[in-house]
Nanobody
Framework: EVQLQASGGGLVQPGGSLRLSCAASGFIFGSYHMSWFRQAPGKAREGIICIQTTSGPVYYSDSVKGRFTISRDNAKNTVTLQMNSLKPEDTANYYC????????????????WGKGTLVTVSS
């Protein structure tokens, strides 16, 4: 059974930090590019950041550069999103996703989806 289990969401104040984790199982994790998508209220799901199998991160959203960092641990089959300096506009459901062929901001490139974890940034 393929699983991508995201955790770490919650309510934080503006300027705060939060770390999301995604635990993968049921597929060869090291062969997949891992990305994070988010879907804000009333908006479409968008890719924000990706980490390739053998190289560094790829940013798809300028709004998260300098604030969000993605990392992966292939030995533990996990991918992490460290979020700093959070803003109210970061409020969204966050999804981890696995892509076999390339890092992409498009949903069509995703082979496996995790369930969302809700991040709410509010005072």
């Amino acid at each position: 059974e393929v699983q991508l289990q995201a955790s770490g969401g919650g309510l934080v104040q503006p300027g705060g930090s939060l770390r999301l984790s995604c635990a993968a199982s049921g597929f060869i994790f090291g062969s997949y590019h891992m990305s994070w998508f988010r879907q804000a209220p009333g908006k479409a799901r968008e890719g924000i950041i990706c980490i390739q199998t053998t190289s560094g991160p790829v940013y798809y959203s300028d709004s998260v550069k300098g604030r969000f960092t993605i990392s992966r641990d292939n030995a533990k089959n996990t991918v992490t999103l460290q979020m700093n300096s959070l803003k109210p506009e970061d409020t969204a459901n966050y999804y981890c996703a696995a892509s076999r062929n390339l890092c992409s901001r498009h949903r069509s490139a995703v082979r496996y989806w995790g369930k969302g974890t809700l991040v709410t940034v509010s005072s």
